[in-house]
């Protein structure tokens, strides 16, 4: 008995340090009960420098520093914010305006080969897989909630312009929380929305329990568990135009603190993704001020979040940007000659009187493009009392809304000695902060965020992708029924299964499916990829067909 116990021990032991082995990443904690994801987009590490120098103390995010990322997508060694979204979401690195589907093909070194019947595959997210563990799930961005970086987390298709149908997809995932702009994407044209469908995606919203939220003071008095607050037609404000041109929006820390204040009352814990979006629109513009004013008030979220995850100890979190942008520099040719004798004041006294974003400065104008107007508020708003006739002339002929920051951040930053190689992506690796139980360390991809995420949390990403997203065809055929699309309403698309006398109704993009007379809410969405011309339905549709109809 003795000498069976002691054998039995060694096997134990062995299985032990074997597992120890094929066990990739050491010291793997109990799955944390919430991951929170926090993502500037299109921030290098010279983005967060300035904005250091400019707060003039250490950042939130100092404090968390853990590694670096790699960003490169499945095309390109410089990413595009959709493919950059579906690798932090599903683990997948993909191609250029895809969201949350597999690439046709790849190019860059090491991306994987994608086999013929999975180009355009729909592919789960962490967020997804967060909700079928019965876990709540929110999303914040500061653009529009339609925008590519939630749109990964939240949305399935290979164009990441098409906000109404990503609008759709995001109403039927019945995500708990989702805060930021893009209301107009909810509503038809009649209410003041741009959706020609004329679906009221608000009404379905409110049909399933959820409460819509418009403003700042209905967002901090909101104290239930399921909110859609949707503040702006298209994105908020930047950070340091809120107050003057939006005091009815939310900070990114005010959303974040609520969202989590909402989600953290299901026991079994929650998944949060927040995006300071406009940080990549800045500095697309090559702004510096616009990059200042966003990234402070990502580190005011970072913190709201930090500080919770600090008191709960089993929160997880994770901070990153997608992509550079702009190419940023502190030090501009025209001030390379005396780079080291630089003056702090030079570079950081131009910024520190910068009141407004450029995007802010084009609201203070008004319709008011006189010289003497854009004088006296360029002096009154920014301290500059120099403007040359050219950029005069600039300003009165300057794009209005978010492309008057393209003509006024480029003459602030000249005056900041601060240089910009251009105004598209960049593709340097970029910081990676992290907190809390299996917090990662060293250079890891961006594909690592969402497995990192899923095993943290306690659930298989591949696994998830066989309960969510079926080949339709494939899967009614083999049961000897029919599955055919019916376009006759183009704008509202439906899968029709048959067998014999029996019919159902599948709409695309809806988690709904209607058998006769009764319906049922899918645990995930129905998918058309136009691409491939296939339709991916969850697996709990095939299973209730099967009970009904066999
Ligand atoms: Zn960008």
């Keep these: 008995m003795k000498k069976i ?3 039995s021990a060694i096997v134990f032991l062995l299985i032990a340090f074997s597992v120890c082995l094929l ?3 050491q010291g793997w904690a109990a799955p944390a009960k919430n991951v929170i994801l926090l993502m500037t987009d299109g921030t290098s590490s010279t983005h967060i420098t300035l904005t250091r120098w400019y707060k003039g103390s250490p950042l939130a995010l100092d404090d968390i520093l853990v590694g670096g990322l790699r960003t490169y997508s499945a095309e390109s060694i410089i990413t595009d914010s959709a493919p950059a979204a579906t690798a932090f979401a599903t683990g997948h690195k993909t191609n250029s305006k895809f969201i949350g589907i597999l690439p046709e093909k790849t190019t860059v070194p090491g991306v994987p080969a994608i086999p013929a019947a999975d180009q355009f595959k729909p592919v789960a997210s962490v967020l997804e897989g967060a ?19 939630p749109a990964g987390f939240s949305s399935h298709t290979p164009f990441r312009d098409q906000y109404t149908l990503i609008a759709k997809q995001q109403v039927y995932e019945n995500i708990d929380v989702v805060f930021g ?23 379905v919203l ?19 568990r399921k909110a859609w607050g949707l503040f702006a037609p298209e994105a908020l404000q930047f950070d340091f135009d809120r107050k003057d041109h939006a005091p009815r929006e939310p900070s990114l820390a005010e959303m974040t603190g609520k969202a989590i204040e909402t989600l953290s009352k299901n026991e079994k ?5 927040v995006e300071a979006s406009k940080v990549d629109w800045a500095a697309h513009a090559n702004d510096p001020i616009g990059v200042i004013s966003d990234l402070l008030a990502y580190d005011k979220a970072v913190q709201v979040a930090l500080d919770f995850a600090k008191k709960d100890g089993q929160t997880l979190i994770m901070a990153f940007a997608d992509h550079g942008t702009g190419g940023m520099a502190i030090g501009s040719k025209e001030f390379y000659k005396i780079y080291d004798k630089l003056p702090y004041e030079t570079v950081l006294g131009p910024l520190k009187n910068a009141l407004y974003t450029g995007e802010g400065m084009d609201k203070v104008l008004g319709e008011d493009r006189s010289e003497f107007n854009i004088r006296v508020q360029m002096m009154q708003n920014y301290s500059i009392d120099d403007l040359t006739a050219a950029e005069i002339t600039a300003i009165q002929k300057a794009p209005r809304k978010r492309a008057f920051a393209t003509v006024i951040g480029p003459m602030l930053s000249k005056r900041a000695a601060i240089g910009w190689i251009y105004t598209g992506h960049t593709g340097e690796d970029l910081f990676l902060y992290a907190f809390g139980p299996n917090k990662p360390s060293g250079l890891i ?17 591949a696994e998830t992708d ?54 049922y809410m899918l645990p995930g969405i129905v998918v058309q990829i136009p691409k491939s011309g296939k339709v991916f339905v969850p697996q709990k549709a095939v299973d209730l067909l099967k009970e009904a109809w066999w």
């Design 445 to 461: 991809q961006n594909t690592d965020i969402a497995k990192i995420t899923a095993r943290s949390l306690g659930f298989d990403l």
């Design 23 to 25: 066990t990739p990443m």
């Design 466 to 519: 066989h309960k969510l997203f079926v080949d339709a065809a494939t899967a009614f055929t083999s049961l000897g029924a029919t599955a055919r699309l019916d376009n006759s309403d183009n704008l509202n698309p439906v899968l029709i299964v048959e067998k014999g006398l029996h019919r159902a109704l599948l709409p695309i993009d809806t988690n709904v499916l209607s058998v006769g007379k009764n319906s």
């Design 5 to 7: 116990y002691k054998h």
């Design 269 to 273: 814990g929650f998944f949060l993704f």
């Design 131 to 149: 909700k079928l563990l019965g876990k709540s799930v929110g999303l914040i961005a500061t653009s529009q909630v339609q925008h590519a970086s």
């Design 181 to 203: 702009g893009g209301k107009q994407y909810l509503l038809p044209k009649a209410l003041g929305g741009i959706r020609t469908d004329e679906t009221n995606l608000l009404s």
């Design 206 to 224: 409110k049909d399933r329990g959820f409460s819509l939220l418009e403003s700042r003071d209905e967002l901090l008095a909101f104290n239930g």
